[in-house]
Every structure is written in C-alpha cells, then in structure tokens.
C-alpha cells in the first residue's frame, strides 16, 4: 500500500459534513469571543482606543452597531454557504409498492459539491474573515475603521465573485450576494471621502450596515426565484 492509499480511500465518497460543522462552530465561537471583548472595552470605555476618545458614548455605541451588522452578514452567509453546498440534503419520496401492497420511503442525498479543495478554499476565505475582523476592532481611530472595513467587504464582493463565475449551483445567490456587497463597499468608501464628523458619518454607516445585513437576511431565507425557461 502507498502512502497516498494509506491516508484514505481516494475511491470513497467523501463526509465533509462533519468538516463544515466545526469549522463554522469554531469560527463562531471566535467571532463571539471577538465581539463580547470588543464591546466591552470599545463601547462601555475598558479600552477606548486614541482616535475614539473624543466618540460619546453614542458615537461608540453606533461604531459597534456597525461592526456587530458587518460580522452577522458573513457569519450567516458563510454558515448558509457551507451547509448548502456540502452538507447533504436529505429528502425522502415514496418506492414501489411490494408483494405485500406496502409502499416503502426511500431517502436520497443530495449534495451541491464533494470538492475538499473548494471546501480548504472556503475555510482559507473565512480565516482571512476572522484576520480582517481584528484589524477592524483594533482600528486606531474612524478612517481606519472604514478602511478596514471596506477590505472585509472587498474579501466578501470577492468570494462571490469566484461564486459567480466558477460554481453553477451557487450562482443565484451568489449575483445577489455581490451587488449587496459592491453597493456596501461604494457607499463606504464613499463615508471615507466625505470630510464630515466622525459622528455625522457614523450615523450613516449604522444603519446601512443593520440595512445591508437585512438584505442579505432576505436573500437567505427564501429560495432565489427560478429563472424563466
């Protein structure tokens, strides 16, 4: 036996099921370690860092506001990801009738993609998620934020965009998913420009963050409409 075959059985159907279960646990467990800290000195002032000393408490509160919405979007984005593209979908229809007239329940699995190297790349995307989101809360002052923020959101438009043009079965999601993202990312850049208060463009980045992960949460929820025939 090689070592290649005593790894594992390369002609076996692969169970990524349990891969993509901890991977979301673990990045969900870091995401809301990540946030609890951050809010409990960035918010209620345990560690205000210099360029937000001059922030009210408001202006904090609504700096957070717009983290928490930003993070949501691509923690529920990225678990309804992998749940749908590797996890099987079971589903149940009924057989043939036997020799006894009872009519037995077939199930039948169905799976959006086995692929372990797009599964490594999803789970490679989400650590750079996880790395941006740290850059984002140890922002030094407003600016930095924005900016941090627009490459989480570049890293998203992106993801998508990889989606779109090299997964079928993703596509309707994914073109939603990245005019949502493009839209976002425009409009922060936009926020970065304007030589408004600090306050002012905090205001504004709320909620369209909180209206941003609103969209997404209706792009998730329902099915994507079928395109005509």
């Known amino acids: 036996m090689g070592i290649k075959d005593w790894i594992c059985d390369w002609n076996a159907e692969p169970d990524l099921k349990q891969i993509v279960e901890k991977t979301l646990a673990l ?26 000393r001059d922030f009210s408490f408001w202006g ?15 923690i529920i984005g990225s678990a309804v990801h992998l749940n749908a593209t590797y996890v099987p979908k079971v589903t ?5 009738v036997d020799g006894n007239g009872e009519q037995a329940l077939i199930e039948e699995k169905q799976v959006k993609s086995k692929s372990l ?13 996880g790395i ?19 490459f989480y959101i570049l890293a998203g438009l992106l993801w998508s965009l990889a989606a779109l043009m090299w997964r079928p079965g993703d596509a309707p999601i994914a073109e939603r998913w990245s005019v ?50």
Do not use: H
């Open 60 to 74: 904090r509160l609504l700096v957070a506001v717009s983290v928490v919405a930003l993070l949501l979007r691509y």
């Open 132 to 150: 941006l989101a740290v850059s984002i809360i140890y922002s030094v002052d407003f600016d930095e934020f924005l900016v941090y923020s627009s």
């Open 180 to 229: 949502i993202d493009f839209c976002q990312l425009v409009l922060t850049l936009g926020l970065f420009e304007i030589s408004w208060s600090d306050f002012t463009r905090a205001a504004l980045l709320a909620p369209l963050y909180v209206f941003c992960l609103f969209l997404d949460l209706c792009v998730v929820s329902p099915p994507a409409p079928t395109p005509p025939a």
């Open 117 to 129: 190297r797009l599964l490594i790349f999803d789970i490679a995307m989400l650590v750079a998620f």
């Open 92 to 96: 149940t229809k009924l057989g043939p």
């Open 27 to 52: 990045f969900g467990v870091f995401t809301g370690a990540t946030l609890s800290f951050y809010v409990k000195d960035f918010v209620f002032g345990a560690n205000i860092p210099a360029g937000f």
